[in-house]
T-cell receptor, first 114, second 112 residues
Framework: DVKVTQSSRYLVKRTGEKVFLECVQDMDHENMFWYRQDPGLGLRLIYF???????EKGDIPEGYSVSREKKERFSLILESASTNQTSMYLC?????????????FGQGTRLTVV | AQSVTQLDSHVSVSEGTPVLLRCNYSSSYSPSLFWYVQHPNKGLQLLLKYTSAATLVKGINGFEAEFKKSETSFHLTKPSAHMSDAAEYFCVVSGGYQKVTFGTGTKLQVIP
């Protein structure tokens, strides 16, 4: 089974702190994604990466950055956490065969910024 | 650009009656389309996917969806709702550059 592991299920951080959310996948997928999930807004794409050291902005990249130094690991960084970044964060990895794809998700990290 | 519109934020059905969750999409590419389900405090689970093979796709737990290119729709159906189907459902499109875009979700309530 594909496994996408997020380092924490719950985090509480203070305003202004630098926050790292880590995600590791074990299926050698090229593509990895970070989303945030908020009630009524669904999942919104923050950043994605289709290869090591490659990154693309998603729909809501402001206030976030990412790092992908190794294929299996994709980190989301909040440079200076703010209360409006309190949310559920989901990491995903996916494959693409040219005609088929599927995304696999971690269990999520519920981040509270106080 | 690609986008997904889930036409209903909440759907309520009685147990044993049919379920219809509606989804429309737009994509500049031949898309792959998916439905995911999320039960309370649980992760996302893939229900079914369409990847340019058969237009009627069968998934887990009795769900199915039909891809209609002319209507740009991918509605999710189930003949008979069960209490355990109560959850939030997300329609998802994957297209160019393998970007994965979610709809805003539909919460399904099943009334005993």
């Amino acid at each position: 089974d594909v496994k996408v592991t997020q380092s924490s299920r719950y985090l509480v951080k203070r305003t202004g702190e630098k926050v790292f959310l880590e995600c590791v996948q074990d299926m050698d997928h090229e593509n990895m994604f970070w989303y945030r999930q908020d009630p009524g807004l669904g999942l919104r794409l923050i950043y994605f990466s289709y290869d090591v050291k490659m990154k693309e902005k998603g729909d809501i990249p402001e206030g976030y950055s990412v790092s992908r130094e190794k294929k299996e690991r994709f980190s989301l960084i909040l440079e200076s956490a703010s209360t409006n970044q309190t949310s559920m964060y989901l990491c995903a990895s996916s494959y693409w065969t040219g005609s088929s794809s599927e995304a696999f998700f971690g269990q999520g990290t519920r981040l509270t910024v106080v | 650009a690609q986008s997904v519109t889930q036409l209903d934020s909440h759907v309520s059905v009685s147990e044993g009656t049919p379920v219809l969750l509606r989804c429309n999409y737009s994509s500049s590419y031949s898309p792959s389309l998916f439905w995911y389900v999320q039960h309370p405090n649980k992760g996302l689970q893939l229900l079914l996917k369409y990847t340019s093979a058969a237009t009627l796709v069968k998934g887990i737990n009795g769900f199915e969806a039909e891809f209609k290119k002319s209507e740009t729709s991918f509605h999710l159906t189930k003949p008979s709702a069960h209490m355990s189907d109560a959850a939030e459902y997300f329609c998802v499109v994957s297209g160019g550059y393998q970007k994965v875009t979610f709809g805003t979700g539909t919460k399904l309530q099943v009334i005993p």
